[in-house]
């Protein structure tokens, strides 16, 4: 396996980062179109890292127009083999107040607007999604979190909704009654796409409000989140700077399958695929198609 390379989607907070080395903006072409913006490519105690501000820079784009495509095909051009995402969400749980960090482990999809995979028409393919996130990854981030004295709860369902605008209070109370533990409105399609590139995933919640279901904060203003998601980034770059050296070492492919998620998921006889499609796929799926 190659050197493994570790990826962070997130905000400008986030890829701050003390330590932070041989720091350099790139812009990396993809076929899907443009990414959200350039990549910094770095390294941190020797473990090489690319950052993707998920929004852009001074925050551009809402979450319905994010070309989430070319932004993990991008991650994956640049020999990204892991992404830490790093989203702030509300809270449907009384138990996890702002200020919270959680470590997703399952997701329900309410988006719909958006283009939800690398494959179609002319080369199809199907990838499971029983467990969306990176068993790996995760023990991770678990042990990096207790080093650096960051409460990260384990495990959680993440309910992702369309936006931009946030939750009716009947929605809220809906989604709590699912079982969810937060919402927001960013990782699907992402974690869907970061799977059929054969990238580990994982997901770091910030609470940042308690949504508009509880009686004592039923207004979600974007100035308290913004608020709480500047006291949130220095934790979140604690627990980047804390998972990398973890990471540092490894070289075999992911034990939970993620780095072969694609093995046995192409089902187009290779007579009939659309030759446009697989090269615009030489990155996401290049492993199992020059086979």
């Known amino acids: 396996m190659v050197t493994p390379v570790l990826g962070v989607i997130g905000g400008s907070g986030v890829y701050d980062i003390d330590g932070l080395a041989n720091c350099r903006w790139r812009r990396v072409e993809s076929p899907f179109g443009e990414p959200s913006d350039e ?57 996890l107040p702002p200020g919270s960090f959680v470590l997703v482990d399952q997701f329900i999809d309410r988006s719909f607007a958006r283009i939800k995979s690398f494959f179609g028409t002319g080369l199809v393919a199907h990838v499971g999604m029983g467990h969306p996130v990176c ?9 990096a979190a207790a080093e650096s004295g960051l409460t990260l709860h384990r495990g959680g369902t993440y309910l992702v909704m369309e936006g931009p605008q946030f939750s009716t209070r009947g929605e809220s109370l809906l989604y709590r009654s699912w079982g969810c533990d937060v919402i927001g409105m960013t990782n699907m399609p992402e974690a869907k796409l970061a799977r059929e590139a054969e990238i580990c995933y994982a997901t770091v919640a910030m ?36 998972v990398a050296p973890k990471l540092r070492h490894r070289a075999e492919p992911c034990g939970k399958g993620c780095h072969h998620a694609l093995e046995h998921a192409i089902v187009t006889h290779p007579s009939v695929r659309d030759p446009a499609l697989v090269a615009m796929l030489d990155a996401v799926a290049g492993r199992v198609l020059k086979r």
């Open 135 to 143: 068993g790996r990854l995760g023990e991770a981030l678990l042990a």
């Open 207 to 242: 609470v940042t409000d308690f949504d508009c279901w509880h009686p004592d904060h039923d207004h979600v203003t974007i100035e308290g989140i913004i608020q709480v998601v500047h006291s949130n980034a220095e934790h979140a770059r604690s627990l980047v700077r804390a």
């Open 39 to 95: 990549l910094l490519f770095g390294e941190l105690d020797g473990q090489p890292l690319v950052f993707l501000p998920r929004h852009g820079r001074g925050h551009r784009i809402p979450p319905s127009e994010l070309n989430y495509r070319a932004n993990i095909d991008a991650l994956k051009r640049s020999g990204v083999s892991e992404i830490i995402s790093v989203s702030a969400v509300g809270s449907l749980r009384e138990d």
